[in-house]
């Protein structure tokens, strides 16, 4: 929304996202196309808003780059309603990945490691995405060979069901790897 003062008065206008309407349309020559998908030709703007108006419908720049500019005959607000319809539609076919987090530690002993990889194995079966974090406090940073074994385990024993995105690195005192659910072939 912009702002602009006129007489010491604060007036508002209400932005559409780039589209030009009606008298916003300031060029001298536009290709026009009217509501039912007809090639009108190329003419004035002028000349555009006022068969536009003649119509009562609203006249819509469509391709703004082209030469000359594509404006469109149509009604803005169905228009507008049935865009949004459309982003709405899409939004709802979107799969959401969601990360979920394993932590282990240099140490653990292979019942805890299992109870995690079960764990790794129902997130990965929701399709879920899963990062294993391998944390080494004080001295445990010296064995960061015994941190790649734990994540090679690991990952072995879920290779049924996932694989690899990011294998194991170190960043840090973290070890950080990621797997992702197999896809399954049809």
């Known amino acids: ?11 508002t206008i209400k932005e559409n996202k780039g589209t030009q309407l009606n008298e916003e349309i300031r060029d001298k020559e536009v290709r026009l196309v ?7 030709g190329v003419m004035s703007g002028k000349e555009a808003q006022a068969i536009a ?3 009562g419908l609203d006249l819509v720049k469509i391709a703004p780059k082209a030469k000359p500019p594509v404006c469109k005959i149509m009604d803005y607000g169905k228009f507008k309603y049935e865009q949004a319809k459309k982003e709405k539609e899409a939004k709802k076919k ?7 987090e394993v932590r282990l530690s240099p140490n653990i002993e292979e019942h805890d490691l299992n109870i995690k990889a079960n764990q790794a194995h129902k997130f990965l079966k929701n399709e879920d995405k899963v990062k294993v974090t ?8 010296k064995n960061t060979q015994k941190g790649h074994e734990i994540m090679e385990k ?3 024993t879920l290779e049924d069901v996932c694989v690899v995105e990011k294998s194991a690195k170190l960043e840090g005192r973290q070890m950080i790897m990621v797997l ?6 049809a």
């Open 1 to 11: 929304m912009r702002f602009f003062y006129f007489n010491r008065r604060c007036y």
């Open 34 to 40: 009217s509501d039912d998908g007809e090639q009108l």
């Open 53 to 55: 108006s003649e119509r």
């Open 94 to 100: 979107q799969k959401v990945i969601t990360v979920k």
């Open 134 to 141: 391998l944390r080494f406090r004080g001295r445990e940073m």
């Open 154 to 156: 690991f990952r072995k």
């Open 180 to 185: 992702a659910p197999k896809k399954e072939q």
